[in-house]
């Protein structure tokens, strides 16, 4: 049986050690001097207000929570795009952790090396280059924001530990498993190899709409907290009143066996915070009408201003920036949407083109 820990909260107060009573308090995962990794979800170099990175006054309590309990906390991810110093430095710097680390004196990562490691359970990927930021912790707090995202529907707990995975390597993976089931079921491949001993959600200030980087900021309040990656996605799905089926990585989960046998709430229960009305991204739906999906594609809007980010993370080769504008060749394109994930300007939407 599953456990996941839900309160309301706010930045000014998360509530950390309440939310970890029910599941044996943070000294329960951490012992004396370990170095902690809060594995962030530092998708790419925006303010906290756009809700596209875990909040840095999450962060915050979730790390003097470790360091009360003897823990040494550092904080580490691997954003979209190339998996360096200079790509850490912005990201760290706009998402407000760079602040966070000077105030409080918590490491940083910017180790950008990786190890080679056998998988030999995986059912889609049996080996991968894994970052040493991971590999290096002796335990690992996933912090995961609350937010859609335009491929997988929701980006949640299960695919925090994604971020494991170096930054273009992600994007190639996205080329080799180009089918929602398939992506997904890499996604539980990496979770499983490098699975957090605990998974606190930011879902204080969320985004809905065309995430996982230009949705909109949704003001839910709540945190929750589990040891299970899939029992925290399942009460998620509850709580927004969609079936946890309908998402590619809990629908794998569930034919691999993967979903707890029971969840149990000893704080709040989904029902008592749950909402209607939360909107997910457009290519997802089909799961409040029941109709069949339409096929969306990336469109360059004229917001684009030439940056070349999404030439350079399209793992299909099927954008070229050209005259500082990316042009979009949609014969290549496999929809897997990195493009729109990473645009710094939100010029890509997604909508119904019509191919020749
Ligand atoms: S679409 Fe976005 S990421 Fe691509 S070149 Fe234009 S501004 Fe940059
Ligand atoms: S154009 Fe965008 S959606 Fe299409 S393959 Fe490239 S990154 Fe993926």
Not at 111 to 118: K, Q
Not at 122 to 145: E, F, M, T, W
Not at 277 to 306: E, Q, R, Y
């Amino acid at each position: 049986m599953a456990k996941v820990g839900i309160l309301k909260a706010t930045y000014s107060a998360p509530g950390i050690e309440r939310l970890l009573e029910p599941l044996g308090g943070i000294e329960r995962f951490i012992e004396k001097g370990d170095r902690v990794l809060l594995k962030v979800n530092l998708l790419s170099a925006r303010e906290p207000e756009k809700a596209v990175t875990t909040h840095p006054e999450f962060v915050r309590a979730v790390a003097m929570a470790v360091r009360k309990a003897g823990g040494r906390p550092c904080i580490g991810d691997s954003p979209g795009g190339t998996f360096s110093q200079r790509t850490l430095r912005k990201a760290y710097k706009w998402s407000g952790l760079e602040d966070l680390a000077g105030e409080e004196d918590i490491p940083l990562n910017y180790d950008t090396g990786v190890r080679r490691l056998d998988i030999p359970k995986g059912k889609r990927l049996l080996r991968s280059p894994v970052c040493n930021y991971v590999l290096d912790s002796d335990k690992v707090i996933a912090l995961p924001k609350l937010k859609t995202h335009s491929f997988q529907y929701l980006t949640l707990a299960c695919k925090i530990m994604y971020g494991a995975i170096p930054g273009l390597t992600k994007a190639k993976y996205h080329a080799q498993f180009p089918r929602r089931a398939s992506f997904a079921d890499m996604l539980l491949d990496v979770l499983m190899l490098v699975k957090p001993q605990l998974v606190i959600m930011d879902g204080i200030l969320g985004m809905q709409g065309q995430g996982p980087a230009s949705g909109d900021p949704v003001k839910l309040g709540w945190v929750l907290a589990s040891t299970d990656p899939v029992a925290m996605d399942i009460t998620v799905c509850r709580v927004l009143g969609i079936e946890p089926v309908g998402i590619p990585v809990l629908k794998r989960a569930k034919i691999r066996h993967l979903w707890p046998e029971r969840i149990e709430y000893p704080l709040l229960k989904p029902e008592e915070i749950s909402i209607t009305g939360f909107k997910l991204p457009n290519t997802a739906d089909h799961l409040l009408t029941g109709k069949k999906p339409p096929g969306k594609s990336p469109i360059v809007t004229d917001k684009c201003i030439g940056c070349g980010d999404c030439e350079e993370i399209c793992p299909k080769g099927a954008i070229t920036v050209d005259d500082e504008v990316a042009r979009l060749d949609y014969s290549k394109c496999i929809r897997c949407f990195c493009c729109h994930e990473v645009c710094p300007e939100n010029a890509i939407k997604l909508g119904t083109v019509k191919v020749k």
